[in-house]
């Protein structure tokens, strides 16, 4: 009888089952920014000195093919929190043996990221759960997740077995060269320059942030202290950013985040850097409000790499 | 683990492995597993509270049998109110203590005295409610002489921790589920299709009808303030049909699971919008806590004021709806949600039609004018107390209440949701009802529906709910309403 039953079962889902087994094998062929820079990562972590680390701003703006007196790697991402810069790090250690600095990229909006159901980055996390193991801050991580059919929406798995998978691939995702940099997509792009524009990026990033930062100056606190057990330096960057956006941003945040920051460099001893007021950047360096293009990336680079030599000398 | 995660879909499927192919023949066994995989399913949620609920089942275990065999009425007497003073004293302190101070202070406050009792940082265990209302009642039913207590711990702690309804019910009493936890289970595969059919159907209606109206509703209810009374209206409606497509949906997964190994629990809701008065509908939601809040509660009150005729049967009604209200939890918004509904009850008792039972559309498709007209009025006034269950005080509920009746109920409503995740939310509540109505002599809403169809098309049929749960299936809030009671 339990047998018949499971045999009916068994029947009735085989059709679902079969379409689960195609489409698990279909999204882990599709690239994502997660996989790319993972896999990337793990063929230079023998030799690497230097790690960049932060959100977008950095993936963008850092190049590490300027650096050319030490291996580095660039290991931001999209939106990527402080909380997962901390432990992508910290989690890694024990696998890069040369390294000799970590650049943390720090702005207010990551200081004071909202935590919860205010994140809209939250989904992120399960990107982070699968590609990298790294335990999620906010949400319960679910079995589902170590699969690729459970990193989408399920109508997405749906739609796109039927498009096809590779469908399902960012074009972006060309942009990023071996050593993790995204180069902007139109090089001396002045699009998307515009104090309307800056309005509207502040209004959404300003969206749920918390007032206070204890939670994220903790995490550098305590990535601080592991990497010097290690002997390995922490530095705290901060990019340059458009004059549009620098105008429309909120002048509390920027000075609260400005007190943070100061109190947590003098009480860790933390070296910064804050490039956010550097007036040799102009429109022709961004790709839009927040971002460096590939000529911005390439004078801030060579900038901090300059930095970075009287650090590591 | 919650029943719509993977993670049970692999415990439950391992579960059924060893309880029908490796412990098949030794019912002693397969409870023993069933105690096993309900500790676990209770640890996954929350490991802290399990030893609580190891030592509740072992208190209320000897007390039944002390109970049971003690010829004295006083030592009788004391073992059953230890065991009700635990159970209430459990609840009092876990759900309620914290809301008695807050409303002192309050009281205080209000007389001038600055007495600032603190609260304490209370944890409420996960299903607090549900398995100490399993052991209040068997004590209960021990002490009538309506069921012997059980010599079999195995049995009795399973009972109290039965994973399918432990963590939002239904509630089992004792003399329907220590039965079947005794003898020997045997497979019976009509039964467990039809669990199947009915796990499927509450899949349906937690994921793509309860989940997808939240995404609507939540923001309504989180920022009301300035909307169109026509915008609240919409969102009262479709928290209305939340609650209900979360918690049936629940409940006949449980149900359903619970099949699959050979138990038959309580139905906890029999189609409560086709209800025609409010008497109806709470004999239709709810089921397992109406009954046993009836049994318990209301018999014993109705006894007592039976002198005072219809305002002794008042008084017992709003007392017994009140006891529910507050069953969902310690806040003035579930009390007066519950009071409410026991007002609702006075004029069917002053015109007797409480204990009218007339099934709607008898034999025909469609209701007449008047049963439509009686199940939409008793769906509007369930409506209008779900506000208040809703809202997160009693002052925001009036503020609701004031904004809804204003003349903006004319105007077109704005729904946060986009067009099209509305529309397809609309249409899912509309199939939802239509099969319930057709399946509302049945047990659950698939239980028969289409069986007339050649197997192909039935199976398609079948295929169909499960590509609209996958498409439409809202897979972020995964949480049940009343798995918070």
Not at chain 1, 91 to 102: C, M, S, Y
Not at chain 1, 261 to 276: A, G, K, M, Q, V
Not at chain 2, 13 to 41: D, R
Request: contains cysteine; proline residues 3%; charged residues 15%.
């Amino acid at each position: 009888m339990v047998t018949r039953f499971l045999l009916k079962i068994l029947l009735f889902a085989s059709p679902i089952l079969l379409f689960l087994i195609y489409a698990e094998i279909g999204l882990s062929h599709v690239p994502t920014s997660y996989s790319i820079l993972k896999e990337n990562y793990y063929k230079r972590e023998k030799e690497l000195e230097v790690v960049f680390i932060g959100a977008s701003d950095s993936q963008l703006g850092i190049a590490p093919k300027f650096f050319t007196n030490h291996t580095s790697y660039n290991l931001s991402n999209s939106s990527q929190s402080i909380f997962t810069c901390c432990r992508l790090i910290e989690t890694n250690l024990e696998r890069l043996p040369k390294l000799k600095l970590v650049v943390l990229c720090v702005s207010p909006i990551l200081i004071f990221q909202s935590s919860g159901k205010g994140n809209v980055e939250q989904w992120r996390e399960k990107f982070y759960y699968h590609f990298w193991n790294l335990q999620p801050e906010f949400s319960e991580p679910s079995l589902l997740w170590r699969f690729n059919i459970g990193l989408y929406e399920p109508k997405t798995v749906l739609l796109y077995g039927l498009k096809g998978y590779n469908k399902l691939t960012n074009p972006l995702l060309k942009n990023i060269d071996s050593l993790g940099w995204e180069r902007g997509s139109s090089d001396n792009s002045t699009q998307a320059l515009s104090n309307k524009a800056a309005k509207e990026t502040v209004k959404f990033q300003l969206n749920g942030l918390e007032t206070s930062s204890n939670r994220t100056i903790g995490y550098i606190s305590e990535l601080n202290s592991i990497l010097k057990k290690k002997n390995i330096k922490l530095i705290l960057v901060q990019l340059p950013i458009s004059k549009y956006y620098l105008e429309e941003f909120p002048s509390e945040i920027v000075n609260k985040s400005k007190t943070v920051i100061d109190s947590l460099t003098i009480s860790e001893h933390i070296p910064y850097y804050n490039f956010r007021y550097d007036t040799i950047y102009h429109d022709s360096d961004f790709r839009d409000v927040t971002h460096l293009n590939y000529r911005g990336a390439e004078k801030f680079s060579n900038e901090l790499n300059k930095t970075l030599q009287t650090i590591l000398d | 683990m919650v029943f719509t995660s993977l993670t049970f879909l692999l415990f439950f499927t391992t579960f059924f492995f060893l309880y029908w192919f490796v412990f098949k023949e030794n019912v002693t066994l397969q409870n023993l597993l069933v105690l096993i995989a309900s500790y676990l399913f209770y640890s996954w949620a929350d490991w802290r509270f399990l030893s609580l609920l190891i030592c509740i089942s072992i208190l209320n275990y000897y007390l039944g049998i002390y109970i049971e065999k003690s010829t004295k009425p006083k030592i009788k007497n004391l073992l059953l109110y230890v065991g009700l003073i635990q159970g209430i004293g459990v609840l009092a302190f876990f759900k309620y203590f914290n809301f008695f101070i807050d409303s002192f202070n309050e009281v205080f406050h209000a007389l001038n005295i600055h007495w600032n009792i603190h609260t304490l940082n209370i944890i409420i265990p996960l299903g607090i409610s549900f398995f100490t209302f399993r052991t209040i009642s068997y004590l209960l039913d021990i002490d009538k002489g309506k069921i012997h207590a059980t010599k079999d711990w195995i049995v009795f702690f399973s009972y109290v921790a039965f994973f399918p309804s432990l963590l939002s019910g239904p509630i089992d009493k004792a003399k329907t589920l220590i039965p079947q936890l005794e003898q020997k289970r045997i497979f019976d595969h009509d039964s467990a299709t039809d669990g199947m059919r009915q796990i499927l159907w509450g899949l349906f209606k937690k994921l793509v009808i309860a989940d997808n109206c939240a995404t609507i509703t939540n923001p309504i209810f989180e920022g009301h303030s300035g909307l169109p009374a026509s915008t609240l209206l919409v969102g009262a409606f479709l928290y209305s049909i939340q609650v209900y497509a979360d918690f049936s949906g629940y409940s006949d997964m449980a149900i359903g699971f619970s099949r699959l190994i050979g138990f038959n629990i309580t139905k906890n809701f029999d189609f409560p919008f086709f209800a025609q008065n409010i008497a109806e509908f709470w004999r239709k939601w709810h089921i397992s806590l109406t009954s046993w809040v009836t049994e318990y509660v209301f018999t014993p009150l109705s006894i007592k004021f039976r002198d005072y005729n219809n305002f002794g049967l008042i008084l017992a009604i709003v007392i017994n709806l009140t006891i529910v209200g507050i069953w969902h939890g310690a806040k003035w918004t579930n009390i007066f949600y519950g009071f409410i509904h026991g007002c609702y009850f006075i004029p069917l008792i002053i015109f007797g039609t409480m204990n009218k039972k007339k099934r709607i559309a008898k034999d025909k498709l469609l209701p007449s004018f008047r049963e439509f007209i009686n199940v939409l009025g008793t769906f509007s006034l369930v409506m209008f107390t779900f506000i208040i269950f809703r809202s997160e005080s009693v002052i925001e509920a009036f503020h609701y209440y004031r904004e809804l009746f204003s003349l903006s109920i004319f105007s077109v409503p704005h729904i946060s949701s986009d067009k099209y995740s509305a529309t397809i939310t609309v249409l899912s509540i509309f199939i939802m009802f239509a099969i319930e109505w057709l399946g509302r002599e049945q047990d659950h809403a698939l239980s028969q529906f289409g069986f007339k169809w050649p197997k192909p098309v039935l199976w398609s049929f079948y295929y169909l709910i499960v590509f609209t749960i996958l498409v439409f299936g809202s897979f972020e809030n995964r949480q049940f309403i009343y798995s918070q009671f």
